[in-house]
């Protein structure tokens, strides 16, 4: 790695969880604007919340249409905006990935489980606007990072969320999961606790509750080390939940990477932490 790239890629390594750094200012302003083309605050909804971010890349589709994926970012369903993920969604687009990052309201506006309706509800934009996005509709991905990967968890084994729209876990293609929390109970984190009601929490809320021979094919990715959210307890048990039924599963376990860096290196200059996106890509480019 040159040495400018090698220092910028530090700094933000050294910043990432700290506010008045904003690395991900720092990443967005360093994604390659021909790798995609943006279609900004599209309403899959009528609330304000209710938008989301279409990147198409820019390579010529192949023959059925580029693979779609739809994000859902973090924030412990507290806080998160569609556009500090721009350097994740860029990164999948510049590898051929269509990729549609979706917000969704956040506590204190609302709990659980709203902001899974709100989920649902992009993804079914995303399975019903595939084809004339220029994505293939039969590789429609659902992927999510921390609180988000909670969101597409329980949008992909628990058909409840998909049913009012008109759709189902079975149209999907995959689940991608980072960092993902699937088996939280009972809640430590005092920004956790009101969004699911603790210490009287809603049943059937944990991912866990869900996993049957009907889940989609599933990537799951986590630092070794994660602090925030025990990949033991949430990566790695939701592996082997899904192996005892079954159900394809990749996991991956990072070592260069905390909760944050993990989907930091998408971006180009903290790729050399670990190969997220390489892995993710091929993930999604494997039948």
């Excluded at 905006?81 to 721009?86: G, L, S, V």
């Excluded at 080390?225 to 990072?254: H, I, W």
Aim: glycine content about 8%.
């Amino acid at each position: 790695m040159p040495r400018v790239l090698l220092t910028l890629a530090l700094i933000v390594v050294a910043c990432v969880g700290f506010t008045a750094c904003a690395p991900v200012t720092v990443l967005n302003s360093l994604v390659a604007s021909d790798s995609h083309a943006l279609t900004p605050s599209i309403p899959y909804g009528t609330l304000p919340r209710q938008r989301l971010d279409v990147y198409r890349p820019s390579a010529a589709p192949p023959s059925g249409g580029y693979p779609v994926v739809v994000f859902f970012y973090g924030g412990s369903w507290n806080n998160g905006e569609r556009a500090d993920y721009k350097f994740v969604a860029a990164a999948l687009a510049s590898r051929g990935v269509m990729t549609l990052v979706a917000d969704y309201r956040l506590y204190p506006a609302v709990r659980y489980p709203e902001f899974l309706e709100d989920s649902a509800k992009a993804l079914a934009y995303g399975l019903e606007h595939a084809k004339a996005l220029g994505g293939d509709p039969q590789r429609v991905f659902v992927m999510g990072h921390s609180a988000g990967a909670y969101n597409a968890a329980m949008l992909a084994f628990d058909a409840r969320w998909l049913r009012p729209t008109g759709h189902s876990p079975a149209e999907l293609a995959g689940f991608i999961g980072l960092a993902g929390p699937y088996d939280f109970l009972p809640i430590v984190n005092p920004d956790v606790k009101p969004v699911f009601f603790h210490p009287n929490y809603p049943p059937d809320s944990q991912v866990f509750d869900h996993v049957s021979a009907a889940a989609p094919k599933t990537f799951l990715g986590a630092a070794r080390t994660d602090e925030l959210v025990d990949p033991q307890r949430n990566t790695v048990g939701l592996t082997t939940q899904l192996q005892s039924v079954g159900r394809p599963v990749t996991m991956r376990l990072y070592d260069r990477v905390n909760h944050m860096t993990l989907a930091g290196a998408f971006a180009a200059p903290l790729r050399w932490l670990a190969p997220v996106l390489d892995d993710v890509v091929a993930f999604i480019n494997t039948p």
